[in-house]
């Protein structure tokens, strides 16, 4: 559909150097390149079997409900300390 030849894109090169910079351009593309590499990892961890990760994450859960369970009772105390 679309033909681009290599002059097409020497064309295309030129102009986004123009507008970017090439330090900036570089950045760009090791942030681009950063961010496939997360993205890869991401999917290779959820590939992985949940059932090691399971009982970590849950007892990390219930700790934060704890711990704002805990924050909410302060907060009702202190207001009605202060009244």
């Known amino acids: 559909?679309?033909?681009f030849g290599m002059q097409e894109l020497l064309v295309i090169l030129a102009i986004v150097l123009l507008i970017f910079?090439?330090?900036r351009l570089k950045?760009?593309?090791a942030d681009l390149g950063n961010a496939i590499k997360?993205?890869?990892s991401a999917v290779?961890?959820?590939d992985k079997p949940a059932d090691a990760s399971a009982p970590g994450a849950a007892k990390v859960i219930?700790?934060?409900v704890?711990?704002?369970a805990n924050s909410a009772g302060a907060k009702?105390?202190?207001q009605e300390n202060k009244t």
Do not use: Q, V
């Open 76 to 78: 009702e105390a202190e």
């Open 38 to 40: 997360g993205f890869r």
């Open 27 to 29: 950045n760009i593309g």
């Open 62 to 64: 219930n700790d934060d």
């Open 44 to 46: 290779a961890d959820e």
């Open 1 to 3: 559909m679309f033909g």
């Open 21 to 23: 910079g090439p330090k």
């Open 66 to 68: 704890e711990t704002a």
